[in-house]
Each structure stands twice: as structure tokens, then as C-alpha cells.
């Protein structure tokens, strides 16, 4: 049984032909050669909202670049952007995996209370696209797994095992919810 949870890319350079670009592209294209979808897009706009319309999400990856970040004392606006992200996501799931896709150096600027709350730091070029994948398609397996009620989750794996019951005639493979729009719905 397929859903559409994608996993979603948030990065300004998503459609560049710069490095960065092609470097988050690579990535996507090895989640999808890993079997799951990827959503790009260049920008989150209306936090809340968008939060909102991604509660489908497989897991969160936002590309930020050095040069967002502003130097001198005060509260740093991608800083304080990416919290306000973070906060409108867990609020609405508390669980979803959050990666934070950037350079080495980037990591310096994040507060402890966001670096808390992801599930990942990738070093942009550090490691192949192929293996940054894999690692973030099995959190997000993990995460869709997990938020799975036990029943739910067993007739999941009955139906999707294509399990034939003879034990209970009429029931034969669901042909029953065929003659109905509920039942195709089902």
C-alpha cells in the first residue's frame, strides 16, 4: 500500500545551477532512486501555514548557507526564521525527522535549543548523496512506522502481504468493498 508522505527539501538554491544546487539535487535524486518522494521547494514562506500543509512530510530537510547568517550581537534573523519553523512544525508533530543541510561552519551559528531538535547536521559535500539518503529515507521509514496505531499497522501489513482469507467467506481479498464508491475508496 503506497502513501505520499514526501520528504521535503527546503532550500533557496533548489532550481540554481550553483554548487549548492546541484549538490541538493544530487540528494534528492538518491531519495527518489531510494523509492520515496521528494518535495523541492525554495522557500517556507508563511511559517504557520506551511507547517500546516506539510503535516504529510516523511521528514524535513532546510539547506541554510553561512552567508544568511548575520554577524553582531543581535538575535539573528535566519536564526530566529528557523526557530519559528521548528517551533510550527512540532507543534503540529512532535516526532518528524528535522535535518539541517549546510556547511561545516554553519553548525557554529544554531543555538543549542534548535540543535536539540533535529535529527541530523549534513555537511553539504562530505558525504555522497547516496549515503546521506539512505540514512535520511530510514529515519523517515523509522518516523512513518512509528506513528502507526498497532491495529492500523496490522491490517497495513495484511493488506499489503495480499493475504487471501478463506476462513471467513465473503471476505476474500476485500472484492466485497469493490461494489460500492466507499468500498473503492477503501
Not at 19 to 34: D, P, T
Not at 53 to 64: D, E, G, K, N
Not at 122 to 130: G, K, L, R, V
Amino acid at each position: 500500500m503506497k502513501f505520499r508522505f514526501p520528504i521535503v527539501i527546503i532550500d533557496e538554491d533548489f532550481k540554481s545551477e550553483n554548487s549548492s544546487g546541484l549538490g541538493i539535487r544530487a540528494m534528492a535524486q538518491a531519495i527518489e532512486n531510494e523509492g520515496i518522494e521528494v518535495l523541492g521547494v525554495t522557500s517556507y514562506g508563511d511559517l504557520s501555514l506551511f507547517a500546516q500543509q506539510q503535516s504529510r512530510a516523511a521528514a524535513f530537510v532546510l539547506s541554510i548557507d553561512d552567508e544568511e547568517f548575520t554577524p553582531g550581537p543581535d538575535l539573528d534573523p535566519a536564526v530566529l526564521n528557523l526557530r519559528k519553523f521548528i517551533e510550527e512544525v512540532r507543534w503540529k508533530n512532535a516526532d518528524v525527522p528535522i535535518y539541517i543541510y549546510g556547511e561545516t561552519k554553519t553548525s557554529r551559528h544554531l543555538p543549542n535549543d534548535i540543535l536539540r531538535e533535529l535529527h541530523g547536521f549534513i555537511h553539504a559535500f562530505e558525504d555522497t548523496p547516496e549515503f546521506v539518503a539512505r540514512h535520511i529515507v530510514r529515519e523517515a521509514k523509522s518516523y512513518l512506522e512509528y506513528i502507526q496505531p498497532p491495529f492500523f499497522k496490522a491490517l497495513l501489513d495484511y493488506a499489503e502481504d495480499g493475504s487471501y482469507s478463506w476462513h471467513c467467506p465473503g471476505h476474500s481479498g476485500g472484492v466485497a468493498f469493490l461494489k460500492s464508491p466507499i468500498g473503492q475508496m477503501y
